[in-house]
């Protein structure tokens, strides 16, 4: 049984480039999540999604960020006009309903130079 | 503000040695996680312990749950150097998300 796939494990991106980092939630798992964290500190929530559906993106910055999880393949957090700031470990976890025990990926180390 | 705040931010422990880590948090609770991650890895789930449990046991771990004080420890006993890792507690308050807390790094020197 695969765990939760992210990919790129590290991405590098210039100020203002576009990054796409990729989630393919357990063998399963609807239930998608998105976190944030920045050295030394906690996972921050960004976005919570169900296939097709966006359910809450309280979390998320109101401009440069998307995300979206298609009836087809992998969940997609999308970055646009990448800043300095944006540089940090980007985790998606799967479950298999709202919230209950959350299974992590690797994450995927986004630097911003 | 965070919801989950980890005490104490960083523990340093000889192996063998028990470490315990205490969570606190803000608002009402459906259950409480505990997380392991090593450096430059995801996070790996250790236990869950729901509002209505007060104790849960898993191999070497031992987690209480007092939501009176809106409080939880993490007892890992018996420690080995491979142990050695940052510990998150998370919340899950019926939103739609876990809230972690900063964290508690352990390190358990052989």
């Known amino acids: 049984n695969a765990g939760v796939m992210q990919n790129p494990r590290h991405l590098v991106r210039r100020r203002g480039q576009e990054a796409r980092l990729r989630c393919s939630p357990m063998?399963?798992?609807?239930?998608v999540y998105w976190y944030r964290q920045l050295p030394e500190e906690g996972l921050k929530f960004m976005v919570y999604l169900q296939k097709e559906n966006i359910i809450d993106e309280s979390g998320m910055p109101k401009e440069r960020f998307s995300a979206e999880f298609p009836k087809e393949g992998p969940s997609i957090l999308r970055i646009q006009q990448v800043v300095r700031g944006d540089s940090a470990a980007y985790f998606c976890?799967?479950?298999?309903?709202?919230?209950?025990?959350?299974?992590f990926g690797p994450g995927t180390r986004l630097t911003v130079t | 503000s965070q919801q989950g705040e980890e005490d104490p931010q960083a523990l340093s422990i000889q192996e063998g040695e028990n470490a315990t880590m205490n969570c606190s948090y803000k608002t009402s609770i459906n259950n409480l996680q505990w997380y392991r991650q090593n450096s430059g890895r995801g996070l790996v789930h250790l236990i869950l312990?729901?509002?209505?449990?007060r104790e849960k046991h898993s191999g070497r771990l031992r987690v209480t749950l007092d939501t009176s004080k809106k409080s939880s420890s993490l007892l890992i006993t018996a420690s080995r150097a491979a142990d050695t890792a940052s510990y998150f507690c998370?919340?899950?308050?019926?939103?739609?998300?876990?809230?972690f807390g900063g964290g508690t790094r352990l390190m358990v020197k052989p």
């Open positions: 976890a799967s479950s298999h309903g709202p919230v209950k025990e959350q299974y």
């Open positions: 998370a919340t899950d308050n019926a939103g739609n998300m876990l809230t």
């Open positions: 312990i729901r509002s209505n449990e």
């Open positions: 063998k399963g798992h609807s239930h």
